[in-house]
């Protein structure tokens, strides 16, 4: 298997724009993470889902990050529109329910630049 | 405050030495406790993982939970120039929720 799969890798992004990440999870694998990760604040749960359902949103950091998973195999984040201080590495993973404990298999992220 | 807290760092050590890293957690109810580890420009892989209370001991690592005290620890014997990475543990309460992470302590062994 591949791992999980992020797309870009890089992204560059000026304020005020459209950004979109994208994640490929481990097939198989029912729930799905989004991570933001800073120097300042480490990593921090953004959203997950379960079954391709949303479970707990409240670490979205406002009205202006959005996240889908319309099918098992595709997850996108969305940021609407931009601010410098959104940038930092965004990390997708899954997860398998063996009823506890579950192993978070990490993307390599995405490493987002808002100038 | 954090729900798990974690000094940052950065550690540095020579080769050979024994590193004592360690977090301590809030929340009464987390019941999983992991250790992740983390290179450079990549994402976290998991390194430990503890259920309640104990050691658990892997090659030259040992995890160990003091539910107590609310107190994490990693422990590497004879550390390698190749541990040299971001150690971060997690937690978390129970199946299906999701993990709660340290800030990460930045690890660096030198040869």
């Known amino acids: 298997d591949a791992g999980v799969i992020q797309s870009p890798r890089h992204e560059v992004t000026e304020m005020g724009q459209e950004v979109t990440l994208r994640c490929k999870p481990i097939s198989g694998h029912d729930y799905l993470f989004w991570y933001r990760q800073t120097m300042m604040r480490g990593l921090e749960l953004l959203i997950y889902?379960?079954?391709?359902?949303?479970?707990?949103d409240s670490g979205m950091p406002e009205d202006r990050f959005s996240a889908k998973m319309p099918n098992a195999s595709f997850s996108t984040l969305k940021i609407q529109p931009s601010e410098p201080r959104d940038s930092a590495v965004y990390f997708c993973?899954?997860?398998?329910?063996?009823?506890?404990?579950?192993?978070?298999?990490f993307g390599s992220g995405t490493q987002l630049s808002v100038l | 405050q954090k729900e798990v807290e974690q000094d940052p760092g950065p550690l540095s050590v020579p080769e050979g030495a024994i590193v004592s890293l360690n977090c301590t957690y809030s929340n009464s109810a987390f019941q999983y406790f992991m250790w992740y580890r983390q290179y450079s420009r990549k994402g976290p892989e998991l390194l430990m993982y503890t259920y309640s209370s104990g050691n658990k001991e892997d090659g030259r690592f040992t995890a160990q939970v003091d539910k107590s005290s609310k107190y994490i620890s990693l422990f590497i014997r004879d550390s390698q120039p190749s541990d040299s990475a971001t150690y971060l543990c997690?937690?978390?309460?129970?199946?299906?929720?999701?993990?709660?992470f340290g800030k990460g302590t930045t690890l660096s062994v030198s040869s």
């Open positions: 889902f379960n079954n391709n359902v949303p479970i707990d």
């Open positions: 993973a899954s997860s398998i329910n063996r009823g506890g404990g579950e192993k978070l298999f």
């Open positions: 997690a937690s978390a309460n129970q199946a299906g929720t999701a993990l709660i």
